[in-house]
């Protein structure tokens, strides 16, 4: 069954496109400057958007037989790879998180913490020393 290539579903899904690649710039742009809340607000508005353009994606058949899909396509990818970029800042982002947060940890009974001393001398630490030898 071949259907006439319908003008009015390639503009609304090109639109969605353009949504997306926006929201998509604005989810990093919250990711790059920590704005968690900007990030969660954006998350169902994405979600939307997707949920749209899936719902109105045309069949392999009618991408094939229609070349201003094409274009279409082009602002899917587009839009996969900004989705990658933002994945990798946040993966990232989380990273050097759990580093700090690991930075901060006792230390463990083995490693000495080094500290001054009333002189300004780096000391290192042991348990072993008294308050007296400090």
Same mark, same amino acid.
């Given at each position: 069954?071949?259907?006439?290539?319908?003008?009015?579903?390639? &503009?609304?899904?090109?639109?969605?496109?353009?949504?997306?690649? &926006?929201? *998509?710039? /604005?989810? @990093?742009?919250?990711?790059?400057?920590?704005? *968690?809340? #900007? @990030?969660?607000?954006? &998350?169902?508005?994405?979600?939307?958007?997707?949920?749209?353009?899936?719902?109105?994606?045309?069949?392999?058949e009618?991408?094939e037989?229609?070349?201003?899909?094409?274009?279409? *396509?082009?602002?899917?990818?587009q839009? +996969?790879?900004?989705h +990658?970029?933002?994945?990798? /800042?946040? #993966? +990232?982002? *989380? #990273? %050097?998180?759990?580093?700090?947060?690991? %930075?901060?940890?006792?230390?463990?009974?083995? %490693?000495?913490?080094?500290?001054?001393? +009333?002189?300004?001398?780096? %000391?290192? @630490?042991?348990?072993?020393?008294?308050?007296?030898?400090?």
């Open positions: 069954m071949d259907t006439p290539p319908d003008p009015e579903l390639h &503009q609304r899904a090109q639109a969605l496109v353009v949504q997306l690649t &926006q929201m *998509l710039e /604005l989810e @990093f742009d919250a990711l790059r400057v920590q704005n *968690l809340d #900007e @990030f969660e607000r954006l &998350q169902p508005i994405k979600n939307d958007l997707l949920a749209n353009l899936t719902a109105i994606a045309p069949s392999k009618a991408l037989a229609d070349a201003q899909w094409g274009t279409w *396509l082009e602002g899917i990818a839009c +996969r790879d900004m +990658r970029r933002n994945a990798v /800042l946040m #993966e +990232r982002k *989380l #990273e %050097s998180i759990r580093g700090a947060l690991e %930075s901060l940890r006792l230390p463990g009974a083995s %490693s000495g913490v080094e500290i001054y001393d +009333r002189l300004g001398h780096v %000391s290192r @630490f042991s348990r072993g020393r008294g308050y007296n030898e400090a």
